[in-house]
């Protein structure tokens, strides 16, 4: 079982739509959640985080997190072709390797006009 | 410069020939990752440098790819007798760390170097 799993999709959604993106991992003791996008041929940024259960919002982007059944999701709000990217879900475990980020292998989104 | 620097740009060797790939982290970041992106996939992470401890060298393909970074500063990624299958874009990125925080997931990467091996 990878460390963290995302569908790789693509998904695809019109203009206007939510886009949801979701993630799950293996390591119960994760801390800390973070989402980044990467646009092509660009390398990634980080665009949100989380560390406690619940929700956060910032603008059009809300993160979820879900300790229990250990999941994170990203929702995109009026989705706009210019969110068209690499969505990666990254993950600070508690394991031995002391605050690394893992990664998972990304989910391309696609928004059409 | 404020950010991560990486060079060279862009490579292209020969198959056999061994290569050098240099990053200049920010300054006063501590951690500091090297991946590899082949094209359409997702990052593959190589190796990993927190302070002065040792380095996690888990995802390094075979014992062809070795990494160091003096300090808290430059890191160099070397792959020997390079092979056509190693041509992807290398990044790299550092961040501050200090716990499982923001600081420390907000990674900043560089442009990366892209290899190609005919």
């Known amino acids: 079982q990878k460390e963290v799993e995302q569908n790789s999709g693509p998904l695809s959604v019109p203009e206007g739509a939510i886009a949801s993106l979701n993630c799950t991992y293996s390591d119960r003791g994760s801390q800390s959640f973070f989402w980044y996008r990467q646009y092509s041929g660009k390398s990634p940024e980080l665009i949100m985080f989380i560390y406690s259960n619940g929700d956060k919002e910032d603008g059009r982007f809300t993160v979820q997190l879900n300790k229990a059944s250990q999941y994170v999701s990203l929702l995109i709000r009026d989705s706009q072709p210019s969110d068209s990217a690499t969505y990666l879900c990254a993950v600070i475990g508690g394991g031995t390797s002391y605050g690394k980020l893992t990664f998972g292998q990304g989910t391309i989104l696609t928004v059409h006009p | 410069g404020a950010g991560v620097s990486q060079s060279p740009s862009n490579k292209v060797t020969e198959k056999g020939k061994d290569v050098e790939l240099r990053c200049d982290p920010i300054s006063g970041h501590t951690a500091l990752y090297w991946y590899r992106q082949r094209l359409g996939q997702g990052l593959e992470f190589l190796i990993y440098?927190?302070?002065?401890?040792?380095?996690?060298k888990s995802g390094l393909p075979s014992d062809r790819f070795s990494a160091e970074r003096t300090g808290e500063s430059v890191s160099t990624l070397t792959i020997q007798r390079t092979q056509q299958e190693d041509s992807a874009v290398y990044l790299c990125?550092?961040?501050?760390?200090?716990?499982?925080?923001?600081?420390?997931?907000?990674?900043?990467f560089g442009e990366g170097s892209r290899l190609t091996v005919l």
């Open positions: 440098f927190q302070g002065n401890s040792a380095p996690d």
């Open positions: 990125a550092s961040s501050l760390a200090g716990g499982p925080w923001r600081a420390t997931g907000e990674l900043f």
